[in-house]
């Protein structure tokens, strides 16, 4: 038996498995956490060999999956617990799960080579809603058919403008605030989960059948600005209230808004910056003062300046800047039906 041999023979007969940090970071919550699991309901490692460390093998592993599911839509933690631990009773032979996961990427070689040694994946959300919190450890775990049912559920279950203020948005800037601090290790993260929450407000948007008589909301970013998700998500509030709107989307140059504002004739303009540097009080002022129809009869849009971008405190014109998601849908709908 050559050196090497006796080496790799060595290597095998090792624990398999992850230890409960790699755990940790696979399911996008902190050791304690898993650990705590473990002590309250009894749902550690299957294979416990007295002087060795935890080690959680793929089954173990999407039996906590399962229990992070379950969680995130609101089942108690010792509930799910159970009903985790029933699953893997029922079925030994192969990964278990909730029916949404793969049970896959668990072992040491799916960790990324280049992460910084001790660097963490857990998101920190603060004191959010069961579905947030669920929402952050499934977009971690890159887990996109949970992400898309939590999105769908929390709009289902709440409304857009709710699902949006309490479960998409604090996700989104949890990892906007990771990506910023870990950069492009954490990119992959708010891609994914941005992605998923396009799709799901953009299919939220185009569910009405029916709209109420009246003209419709003008939607546009302004020129150089590329955040478009809030949009998405006033464009799909709109149409649970039935309300029309032209989305015109992000970046949209000065000319090009004020065209689309004469030939549509929108009730009201919402216009969205997220940033001061795209904050064109001018174009505001210029869409406020436009006019259209016959003369006579000429009408006029109501203009909302919604975002961070823009200065409350000194926003030209008659432009109103709404706070929230909530009053700006608000506003939009008294504009077009008064």
């Known amino acids: 038996m050559t050196p090497r041999t006796a080496h790799q023979e060595s290597r095998a007969g090792e624990e398999p498995g992850l230890p409960t940090g790699g755990v940790a970071q696979h399911l996008g919550v902190s050791p304690t956490t898993v650990r705590s699991w473990e002590r309250r309901y009894g749902i550690g490692p299957a294979d416990r060999r007295a002087g060795h460390h935890r080690r959680w093998s793929p089954q173990d592993i999407a039996v906590l999956e399962a229990m992070c599911r379950l969680t995130a839509r609101g089942v108690p933690p010792g509930e799910a617990a159970r009903a985790a631990l029933a699953r893997r009773a029922a079925d030994n032979a192969g990964p278990v799960g909730d029916g949404t996961g ?21 998101l920190r959300v603060g004191a959010v ?125 000065p000319r090009a808004l004020l065209d689309a504002v004469h030939r549509l004739g929108p009730g009201a303009v919402m216009i969205w910056s997220q940033d001061r540097q795209t904050a064109d009080r001018g174009l505001v002022r210029q869409v406020g003062a436009g006019r259209w129809g016959p003369r006579g009869s000429r009408g006029r849009a109501a203009v909302v300046a919604a975002g961070p971008g823009w200065d409350r405190t000194g926003t030209p014109g008659e432009a109103v800047t709404p706070r929230t998601l909530a009053r700006a849908v608000d506003l939009l709908e008294e504009a077009v039906t008064a």
């Open 102 to 122: 793969t049970g896959t990427g668990t072992g040491p070689e799916d960790a990324p080579a280049d992460r910084a040694p001790g660097a963490s994946r857990t």
């Open 129 to 253: 809603s069961p579905e947030c919190r669920g929402l952050a450890r499934a977009a971690v775990r890159l887990d996109a058919p949970e992400i898309t049912g939590i999105l769908r559920g929390a709009v289902e279950r709440l409304g857009v403008v709710d699902a949006w203020t309490e479960v998409m948005m604090p996700a989104l800037q949890a990892v906007g605030r990771k990506w910023a601090v870990d950069g492009e290790r954490f990119v992959e993260v708010e891609h994914l989960l941005s992605w998923h929450v396009s799709s799901v407000l953009r299919g939220a948007a185009v569910e009405a059948v029916r709209v109420r008589p009246v003209r419709p909301v003008l939607l546009a970013a302004a020129p150089g600005e590329q955040h478009t998700l809030p949009l998405e998500a006033t464009a799909a509030a709109l149409t649970e209230r039935a309300l029309p709107f032209r989305m015109l989307g992000a970046a949209v140059p």
